[in-house]
């Protein structure tokens, strides 16, 4: 039976409930819980997010300065150092491949650059690239240690004319926001007409999340607030303005481990998490690819024609 949610704004203390992001529907039925956290489907355009979910005054508190230097850049920061452009040049290879689309490559936004290591390797590329990033400590560290352009402020108040750029990209992020469409619009917006969008996230509908089951780590209400398959993902594009989406499934530097990821779970030592790891190991090799083909691959990579 769907959930009627009659009123839209503060439930406990450091808690909120909020309509569909994608249709602004308020009827609900229960996904699962993690954490003491429900997370529900939307019973008008089946958009799954998290209601009632923390305010942006409690998961701020996640996004410390501690956190950006203890664990978020070690996890990201090249072999070597952030100096390491050859890494960066075959990391980012593919994604900047599609933004470019076989032209010169132009004007590039990117909307949550983190600590800049794709925008700097943009910026190799050719590309006159500036970024967005709301994190003081990742600007800085991209302005001061990487020399890129980041600008802390919301896509939505970004200093730009309509159409400025050819290129915007979004990696990881659209499952944090608060208003993920009002991004993509702002993405848009953004755009001239013909510019291309390219974004990714993790895939609801991945074989990882039925095998791992409700301990499937990409489930942590804490910092994800929204769920994409590429049906939900293709909706909220299209409602945002863009003329046309289309999911590339076959990424070169998604190997088996990427599309299977046995270690991404809460419960790594449980029974699922240790046959799937085995599974993958001996078998992924031979079947990544037929994965991905099925659309089951742990990340969708979406790309929008403005």
Same mark, same amino acid.
């Given at each position: 039976?769907?959930?009627?949610l ?9 808690l909120?409930i ?7 529907g ?8 993690k954490f003491?956290?429900? !997370?529900?489907?939307?019973s008008?355009?089946?958009l799954?997010y ?7 005054e409690e998961?701020?508190k996640?996004y ?6 203890r ?5 990201v920061?090249?072999p ?8 960066? $040049?075959? *990391?980012?290879?593919?994604p900047?491949?599609l933004?470019a689309n076989g ?5 590039? !936004?990117? !909307?949550g650059?983190?600590a800049g290591f ?9 590309f ?6 709301l994190s003081p400590e =990742?600007?800085d560290y991209? /302005?001061?240690t ?11 108040e ?15 992020? !659209?499952e944090?926001? *608060?208003?993920p ?6 993405? /848009?917006q953004?755009?001239?007409p ?8 993790p895939?609801?509908?991945a074989l990882?999340r039925?095998? &791992?089951g ?5 489930l942590?209400?804490g910092?994800?607030l ?6 939900? &993902?293709?909706?909220? &594009?299209?409602?945002?303005g863009? /003329?046309s989406?289309?999911?590339?499934r076959?990424y070169g ?5 990427e599309t299977?990821?046995?270690r991404?779970?809460?419960?790594p030592?449980g029974?699922?998490a ?6 993958? $190991?001996?078998?992924?090799?031979g079947?990544? *690819?037929g994965v991905?083909?099925l659309? &089951?691959a742990d ?6 024609? =403005?």
């Open positions: 039976m769907a959930e009627s009659d009123i839209i704004g503060m439930t406990d203390a450091g909120e909020v309509p569909c992001a994608l249709c602004g308020t009827e609900t039925t229960p996904y699962c819980v003491g956290y429900p !997370i529900v489907r939307c008008r355009c089946d799954v998290c209601n009632p979910r923390l305010t942006s998961t701020d996640r410390s300065p501690e956190y950006f230097w664990e978020y850049l070690p996890s920061l090249p070597g150092g952030a100096d390491n452009g050859e890494f960066l $040049d075959f *990391r980012f290879k593919a900047l491949e933004l032209r010169r490559p132009g004007r590039l !936004i990117e !909307i650059t983190g794709f925008l700097k390797a943009a910026a190799r590329a050719g006159d690239a500036h970024g967005l990033e =990742a600007c991209a /302005r001061n990487l020399g890129l352009r980041v600008m802390q402020t919301l896509a939505e970004m200093p730009f004319e309509p159409g400025h750029f050819d290129a915007a990209a979004m990696f990881e992020v !659209i944090h926001l *608060r208003d469409l009002r991004v993509v619009r702002a993405a /848009r953004a755009l001239k013909g510019g291309r969008f390219v974004v990714s996230t895939n609801l509908g990882s039925h095998v &791992l409700d301990e499937w780590a990409v942590s209400p910092e994800h929204y769920y994409f398959t590429e049906t939900t &993902l293709r909706a909220m &594009l299209l409602k945002a863009f /003329r989406v289309r999911f590339v076959h530097p998604w190997l088996h481990h299977m990821n046995a991404y779970t809460h419960a030592d029974w699922r240790r046959t799937y790891y085995r599974f993958v $190991d001996a078998a992924g090799r079947i990544y *690819r991905q083909s659309g &089951l990340g969708l990579l979406a790309v929008a024609e =403005a």
